[in-house]
T-cell receptor, first 112, second 115 residues
Framework: NAGVTQTPKFRILKIGQSMTLQCAQD?????MYWYRQDPGMGLKLIYY???????DKGEVPNGYNVSRSTTEDFPLRLELAAPSQTSVYFC???????????FGPGTRLTVT | AQKITQTQPGMFVQEKEAVTLDCTYD???????LFWYKQPSSGEMIFLIY??????QNATEGRYSLNFQKARKSANLVISASQLGDSAMYFC????????????FGAGTTVTVRA
């Protein structure tokens, strides 16, 4: 099993550009999450989904959008990138019958 | 209000000694889980140990043990026999059943193991 995969691993964006961070899991998990981690800090929840077609905001949703058209995929869209969005982004998933939250390897994004 | 508090920004420990990382939490949900993750300098999040709120015994996983004191709302991680490879950032996290299993993270504690 691949677990949780994220692409790209690294990306540099110019201010105002847009991009989509991809996340996929092959464990048939209902719950998927996007977190961001600023330098020296803990993770903060951006958006999450409890199943295909259902998404909801987390703690820091401004400047982001998500969709969940399938169980496997949960892309995160950044519109009009800003320097404040420079961070490491982690996608994670868990099943309702599992306690462990599985994390992807992260995407390091720099906005200049 | 902060759900997870880690008060130790950084700690040094001698190789082969034990170290305790503090974590306190705040919840009114009777069903919750507590996690510890390790984040080495390479950046990935590594799951270490889990404690459920209804678990009667403290969780253990190899050299990791969780000192769960429910009445005090604390979930300290104990790493025994520290190794150089234990040098990393450690995060305490909580999920609540009433909160769609989202994880709330503490600010983390950096552990440096000295030879």
């Amino acid at each position: 099993n691949a677990g949780v995969t994220q692409t790209p691993k690294f990306r540099i964006l110019k201010i105002g550009q847009s991009m989509t961070l991809q996340c996929a899991q092959d464990m048939n998990h209902n719950y998927m999450y996007w977190y961001r981690q600023d330098p020296g800090m803990g993770l903060k929840l951006i958006y999450y989904s409890v199943g295909a077609g259902i998404t909801d905001k987390g703690e820091v949703p401004n400047g982001y959008n998500v969709s969940r058209s399938t169980t496997e995929d949960f892309p995160l869209r950044l519109e009009l990138a800003a320097p404040s969005q420079t961070s490491v982004y982690f996608c994670a998933s868990t099943g309702s019958d599992s306690y462990e939250q599985y994390f992807g390897p992260g995407t390091r994004l720099t906005v200049t | 209000a902060q759900k997870i508090t880690q008060t130790q920004p950084g700690m040094f420990v001698q190789e082969k000694e034990a170290v305790t990382l503090d974590c306190t939490y705040d919840t009114s949900d009777p069903s919750y889980g507590l996690f510890w993750y390790k984040q080495p300098s390479s950046g990935e999040m590594i799951f270490l140990i889990y404690q459920g709120s209804y678990d009667q015994q403290n969780a253990t996983e190899g050299r990791y043990s969780l000192n769960f004191q429910k009445a005090r709302k604390s979930a300290n991680l104990v790493i025994s026999a520290s190794q150089l490879g234990d040098s990393a950032m450690y995060f305490c996290a909580m999920r609540e059943r009433s909160n769609d299993y989202k994880l709330s993270f503490g600010a983390g504690t950096t552990v440096t193991v000295r030879a």
